[in-house]
Nanobody, 121 residues
Framework: VQLVESGGGLVQAGGSLRLSCAASERTFSAYAVAWFRQAPGQERKFVANINWSGVMTDYADSVRGRFTVSRGNPKNTVYLQMNNLKPDDTAVYYC???????????????WGQGTQVTVSS
C-alpha cells in the first residue's frame, strides 16, 4: 500500500491546515490509519488514529480538541483537520496504515513520505 500525504505548509499561529493521506489500493479502506509527527531533534510521536470504518478515533492529549481525523467517502483518503495551530505543532507529519488502530508506531506496516507543517508565532 502506497500512502501519499499532502496539505502541509506554513501557517501563522491560530491558523488551520488540512492534511490528506491518500492511497490508490482498494484494500486501504480496510486499514486503520494513524498520523504521527516528528519535530526537529525529537522522536516521532503519535498524533491521532482512526479505524477502518471511521467510527473510532483516538487523539494525543496535546491535540485533542484542536485536531480532527476523518475518512473520506470512498474511504481511500484520510484527513487530519488541524485548527488553532501552535508553534509546537511544527513537525513533519506522517500517515501510516495497518489492520486495527493503535498508538504504537512500530506496529504500522505502511508509511507515507511525510509532509512539513510549520507554524510561525
Amino acid at each position: 500500500v502506497q500512502l501519499v500525504e499532502s496539505g502541509g505548509g506554513l501557517v501563522q499561529a491560530g491558523g488551520s491546515l488540512r492534511l490528506s493521506c491518500a492511497a490508490s489500493e482498494r484494500t486501504f479502506s480496510a486499514y486503520a490509519v494513524a498520523w504521527f509527527r516528528q519535530a526537529p531533534g525529537q522522536e516521532r510521536k503519535f498524533v491521532a488514529n482512526i479505524n477502518w470504518s471511521g467510527v473510532m478515533t483516538d487523539y494525543a492529549d496535546s491535540v485533542r480538541g484542536r485536531f480532527t481525523v476523518s475518512r473520506g467517502n470512498p474511504k481511500n483518503t484520510v484527513y487530519l483537520q488541524m485548527n488553532n495551530l501552535k508553534p509546537d505543532d511544527t513537525a513533519v507529519y506522517y500517515c501510516a496504515a495497518r489492520f486495527g488502530p493503535t498508538r504504537e508506531e512500530h506496529t504500522y506496516e505502511y508509511w507515507g513520505q511525510g509532509t512539513q507543517v510549520t507554524v510561525s508565532s
